[in-house]
């Protein structure tokens, strides 16, 4: 009964405890502890994110195979610019044998391909007409050096004549001067009249003027037999080499070797007409060669007189130097001859190709990358550098100078050591990074 009774009470109690909360009003927190850890995570995330954004990296990347790349040292060394260019070899002497008179091949001396001296016959032509004209041309420059000469003889005999006439009046002087001294003597002691003394005196006087007159002749026909003779042998000359001339013409008719070397091309048949001037053949003298080559024009102004280049042949190098320069540009390109500055090639031929380094600066220090595909994508502009660590490779802008088939200059943007990938860009696109996978 106590039982039942205490716990009536405590029941009793209890209702009225559960009255009296109903009665009273309950206020909800607004931060309760849930609500401060979804905030508190949302806030960090907020702050990750514009971590990421700002500091963090969010360049382009691109996976790529390590294999599948070409990865080159910058390094620092000689350097020597030069460019690949390709010359052909040629004899170092050419003539070209041309029809110094027209007419028709009449005969053939020697064949193509055949070793010639210097004056052996090649080929005869036949020409009437000129035939004709130098018989008529022979007849009158004949016609005018015997004329030319007649009057050289006319000149002669008039002065051998001026100069009797002096001594004729030298005589007559000498004569009458001795009659005047004797007759003065006996004038003077009155042994003859002086009618007489007055007629050898003046017949004395007579003669001395004479005297003047006839050396004034003979000196004026010194003078004019000087000029008469002077302009009258080169009269002759002319007329002599004007004949040597006519000569020739015929002469001309036989084609000659005008030195000896190869008859490498032999442009004529038996009874074909060939005009003054028509080229016959070409004799390549084979004692030497030289290397003719042709330039792209970019280079032009760096290109003169002596600069060298080299080529490789048979595992050995051998130098040229450029000895002539053609400034005239076809397609582009210009022309220069180069030969040989030490000992020539055994076994060259004329016609063959070489592959020639010609050098455009002197050597020194530079930066060194070596040539490769990115070239072609980039500009020499940037480039690929890996980190230290080999994994990762950065765009990075750089700038370069000369080249050479092997190497290009570094300017700027990149140190001796550094790794740049060197292979083509072509598959990367604008990618900022790659990443290299082994």
């Known amino acids: 009964m106590e039982t039942k009774t205490t716990q009536s009470k405590e029941q009793a109690q209890g209702n009225g405890l559960s009255q009296a909360g109903m009665d009273r009003k309950i206020e909800k927190k607004l931060w309760t502890p849930k609500r401060i850890g979804m905030a508190g995570g949302g806030g ?40 690949p260019v390709n010359g052909s070899v040629l004899p170092i002497e050419t003539f070209y044998l041309d029809a110094i008179e027209g007419g028709r091949i009449e005969r053939l001396f020697v064949d193509a391909g055949t070793f010639v001296r210097k004056g052996d016959p090649i080929l005869r032509l036949a020409n009437t007409n000129l035939q004709l004209d130098v018989m008529y041309r022979e007849a009158l420059s004949y016609e005018q050096i015997n004329n030319a000469q007649n009057r050289r003889l006319a000149i002669e005999q008039n002065s051998i004549s001026v100069r009797s006439q002096l001594a004729e009046v030298e005589y007559q002087v000498q004569r009458t001067k001795l009659s005047f001294d004797r007759d003065s003597v006996l004038m003077v002691k009155n042994l003859i009249s002086s009618e007489e003394f007055k007629r050898t005196r003046d017949e004395h006087e007579y003669w001395l003027g004479r005297r003047v007159l006839a050396l004034e002749n003979f000196r004026q026909d010194s003078l004019l037999r000087v000029n008469q003779l002077t302009q ?180 700027e943007g990149l140190q001796p050591g550094e790794q740049v990938i060197t292979s083509s860009y072509d598959n990367f696109g604008d990618i900022d990074k790659l990443i290299l996978k082994k």
């Open 44 to 83: 960090l995330l907020i702050l990750f994110i514009l971590y990421s954004f700002i500091f963090g990296d969010t360049s382009s990347k691109l996976n790529v195979e390590a294999e599948k790349i070409t990865i080159s040292e910058v390094s620092r060394g000689p350097f020597q610019e030069f460019i």
């Open 232 to 411: 009258l042998e080169s009269s002759i000359d002319r007329l002599e080499m004007n004949l040597e001339m006519v000569k020739r013409s015929i002469d001309n008719l036989t084609l000659r070797a005008p030195i000896g070397g190869q008859l490498t091309s032999l442009n004529a048949e038996i009874g074909q007409s060939k005009s003054p001037g028509q080229r016959l053949g070409q004799i390549d003298v084979l004692d030497n060669f030289k290397v003719r080559a042709a330039i792209d024009e970019f280079y032009i102004a760096r290109i003169n007189i002596g600069q060298e280049g080299e080529f490789d042949l048979a595992g050995n190098t051998f130098r040229l130097v450029i000895k002539k320069v053609y400034p005239e540009v076809r397609d582009g390109r210009f022309e220069v001859d180069m030969e040989f500055t030490g000992k020539t090639p055994q076994g060259i031929r004329r016609g063959q190709t070489l592959q020639i380094r010609l050098e455009l600066g002197d050597l020194s220090e530079a930066t060194l990358l070596a040539r490769g595909g990115f070239y072609q994508r980039t500009g020499g502009q940037w480039v690929y550098v890996l980190d230290p660590s080999g994994e990762n490779a950065t765009k990075r802008s750089i700038k370069l100078g000369r080249q050479n088939p092997q190497v290009f200059e570094v300017i």
